[in-house]
């Protein structure tokens, strides 16, 4: 498996889109478990770090530090 490297306020793609349409969420929180909220109608979501990284699609906007 391919490890994804992802770090706080990155915008990432997800697999299945919210139901407001939007397809883009952005990290909020990290450690065990990951918190990303919608970029459409700001609804978060905290999902298990496991679950996250297998439904993650891929990174849209890395975060500049």
Do not use: Y
Not at 34 to 43: L, Y
């Amino acid at each position: 498996m391919v490890e994804k490297n992802f770090d706080l306020n990155d915008i990432v793609e997800m697999k299945k889109q919210h139901p407001c349409g939007a397809n883009r969420w952005k990290i909020i929180r990290v450690g065990m478990d990951i918190r990303i909220k919608c970029e459409g109608c700001g609804h978060s979501v905290l999902i298990p770090r496991k679950e996250f990284t297998r439904k993650m699609k891929k990174i849209l906007v890395k975060h500049e530090e």
